[in-house]
C-alpha cells in the first residue's frame, strides 16, 4: 500500500529551527510537496522536490532522499505565524497526490 | 502564486436539502480541478478529479449520486451535495491545478480555495 508518515505534533520556540520528517512508501514518485494549513483554513504551497537535495525558499528548506523515501521541511528563525499544520504529499506514478496525516507545529514564546 | 476562490465559506442547511459549491480559479485555465473534505485534525480526503468537459472521477467509496460534481469551464467546478445528512458535515476545499507552460512553480501543484464549512442540521 501507499504510505505516508509524519510526526502528529511538534513544540518548538519562537526565534528557532524545527525540522519535520515525512517518511514514504508510493508507487512510483513524481515529487513531493509540502503546505502549510492553519485551522479553519485550506492549504498553502510551501515547496515542491522531485530531486535530491535541499531547495532553500527563505526561512523554509526542504530536503528530500529519493533513496531513503525521505524529506524534511526546515523552518528558521521561527515566528507565533508559522504555528500551522505542515502536510506532507508525494505524488505517485499516476499523478495522484498522496497525502500525509499533517504535523501540527505550536510555537511557545 | 495561482488565486483560487470558493462560495460560500461557510454554510448551515437543513437535512435532505442540497448544497452547491462553486470553485473558480481566478487567474488562470484550470483544466482539471480536485475536490477534497476534511474533518476536524485529520488529513485531506480527495473525494473526486473534475475534468473540463468530462464525467469527473471519483475516489472509491464516494457516492458519485450524492456528489455531483460539474467542471463546465476552464475556471469554475461546482460540488452539490444533494440531500445532504449531518454526517456531510465537513470541510470542503477544491483544488486546481496550473497548466502546463507556466513559470511560477512546478506543472503539478495544487492551488487550494479558502475551504467551504457545511453544518447540516
Known amino acids: 500500500g501507499q504510505n505516508i508518515d509524519q510526526p502528529t505534533e511538534m513544540t518548538a520556540t519562537e526565534g528557532a529551527i524545527v525540522q519535520i520528517n515525512c517518511t514514504y512508501q508510493t508507487s512510483g514518485f513524481n515529487g513531493l510537496f509540502w503546505y502549510q494549513q492553519h485551522a479553519g483554513e485550506a492549504p498553502t504551497f510551501l515547496s515542491y522536490?522531485?530531486l535530491d537535495g535541499l531547495e532553500e525558499k527563505g526561512r523554509f528548506s526542504s530536503f528530500l532522499s529519493r533513496s531513503k523515501g525521505y524529506s524534511y521541511l526546515l523552518l528558521k528563525e521561527l515566528q507565533m505565524k508559522d504555528s500551522a499544520s505542515y502536510l506532507c504529499a508525494v505524488m505517485d506514478s499516476n499523478y495522484q497526490l498522496i497525502w500525509g496525516a499533517g504535523t501540527k507545529l505550536i510555537i511557545k514564546p | 502564486g495561482a488565486v483560487v476562490s470558493q462560495h460560500p465559506s461557510r454554510v448551515i442547511c437543513k437535512s435532505g436539502t442540497s448544497v452547491k459549491i462553486e470553485c473558480r480559479s481566478l487567474?488562470?485555465?484550470?483544466?482539471?480541478m480536485f475536490w477534497y473534505r476534511q474533518f476536524p485534525k485529520k488529513s485531506l480526503m480527495l473525494m473526486a478529479t473534475s475534468n473540463e468537459g468530462s464525467k469527473a472521477t471519483y475516489e472509491q467509496g464516494v457516492e458519485k449520486d450524492k456528489f455531483l460534481i460539474n467542471h463546465a469551464s476552464l475556471t469554475l467546478s461546482t460540488l452539490t451535495v444533494t440531500s445532504a445528512h449531518p454526517e456531510d458535515s465537513s470541510f470542503y476545499i477544491c483544488?486546481?491545478?496550473?497548466?502546463?507552460?507556466?513559470?511560477?512553480?512546478?506543472?503539478?501543484?495544487?492551488?487550494f480555495g479558502p475551504g467551504t464549512r457545511l453544518l447540516v442540521l
Open positions: 522536490n522531485v
Open positions: 483544488s486546481a491545478r496550473r497548466p502546463p507552460g507556466q513559470r511560477e512553480g512546478p506543472q503539478e501543484t495544487q492551488y
Open positions: 487567474d488562470f485555465q484550470a483544466t482539471t
